[in-house]
């Protein structure tokens, strides 16, 4: 009756994961674990606890992206139902039972989502990080938790494999599913997320994610964060911050470039003008940052830094993903006649 489909690149936390789920399997028929090795080097035996050796298979990914591991795990399903788990989650001990009650739904409902918790200090404020992954448990139809009909990903092809992180990709499918005509609905079992361990400048590498945001306004258009239900970003103050600076630093320049003549004046006034837009949007997102948080010095100076960081490597990769999906094609699926719900 259910696929579960896991991809993963061999964390530690893919122990906990299937512990969780060997304590629920007891004998169960109609149930398969597709583990979907990922990772592109190789490396030791997944660690499967006996009690899911023999519903559970590993399939090798091609290590290009979650998009890519989940359409290999669920083309290689034998179920109608196909659960997408991801590796750093803990199952509710009743969560099986759950996720079979959650499935009891009308014909037209393509997917049932579970309910995503993220635990945060309970002593002190939450870290910018810890801040990013409660988000999680607001998203809609993330892949944490997401159980699709096999029909409704055949559908529409699976994932889109364009998308090489762990980043919007689930929006993007959930959306296609949904203009296809199968509703989406939320279910009641429950998985714990917890906080990954990272350094203090994780939010630099996070914004990769901007070069799939510009590949999904390709796609769809302006209006692709409505489409697709993302919450606003702040990629335009981004862009004014990005360019004061650049004004700034290209006006000092000239200003230097002119040094004792009458035209280094207007460079002046112009480098101080733009120099005082850029230091007040960098404060502004700093602020915007460090005021929810445990305002430690570690965590002060990182949001200090990285956001002033931050802007322009959002737009960098903005641009890198608008230049490589300068020649993709419009997504051009109908909606259907019963439209989205």
């Known amino acids: 009756m259910i696929s579960i489909v896991v991809p993963t690149l061999g964390r530690d936390s893919l122990g906990d994961l299937l512990a969780a789920l060997a304590a629920q399997v007891d004998g169960r028929e109609g149930l398969e674990i597709l583990l979907v090795d990922d990772r592109s080097t190789g490396g030791g035996e997944l660690p499967v606890p006996g009690a899911l050796t023999a519903c559970t298979k590993v399939l090798r990914g091609r290590g290009v992206g979650p998009a890519a591991a989940r359409n290999l795990g669920w083309r290689a399903a034998r179920f109608s139902w196909v659960a997408f788990l991801d590796d750093d989650v803990v199952t509710a001990s009743d969560w099986l039972d759950r996720l079979v009650a959650d499935l009891a739904v009308p014909d037209r409902v393509g997917g049932v989502q579970g309910v995503v918790r993220v635990p945060l200090p309970a002593d002190r404020r939450p870290t910018d990080w810890e801040r990013a992954t409660a988000g999680l448990a607001e998203g809609e139809w993330i892949t944490a938790d997401m159980t699709y009909r096999r029909a409704a990903l055949a559908a529409v092809g699976g994932f889109d494999e364009r998308f090489p992180r762990a980043y919007r990709e689930d929006a993007e499918l959930a959306h296609r599913i949904r203009l296809t005509g199968w509703r989406l609905v939320h279910g009641n079992r429950t998985v714990t997320h917890p ?147």
């Open 195 to 341: 906080v990954r361990a990272e350094g203090p400048w994780v939010s630099l590498r996070s914004q990769r994610g901007n070069a799939d945001d510009a590949l999904l306004r390709r796609l769809y258009g302006s209006g692709w964060r409505e489409e697709l239900g993302v919450p606003a970003g702040r990629r335009h103050r981004h862009a004014a911050t990005t360019a004061a600076g650049a004004v700034a630093v290209a006006a000092l320049a000239a200003r230097l470039a002119a040094s004792g003549s009458r035209a280094a004046r207007p460079f002046a006034g112009a480098a101080a003008l733009a120099g005082a837009v850029w230091l007040a949007g960098t404060a502004r997102f700093a602020y915007e940052r460090i005021a929810p948080g445990p305002r430690t010095r570690a965590e002060v100076t990182a949001m200090a830094v990285t956001s002033a960081t931050i802007p322009p490597l959002a737009v960098t990769y903005w641009l890198r993903g608008w230049w490589h999906g300068r020649h993709e094609a419009p997504c051009q699926l109908v909606r259907h006649r019963d439209g989205v719900r």
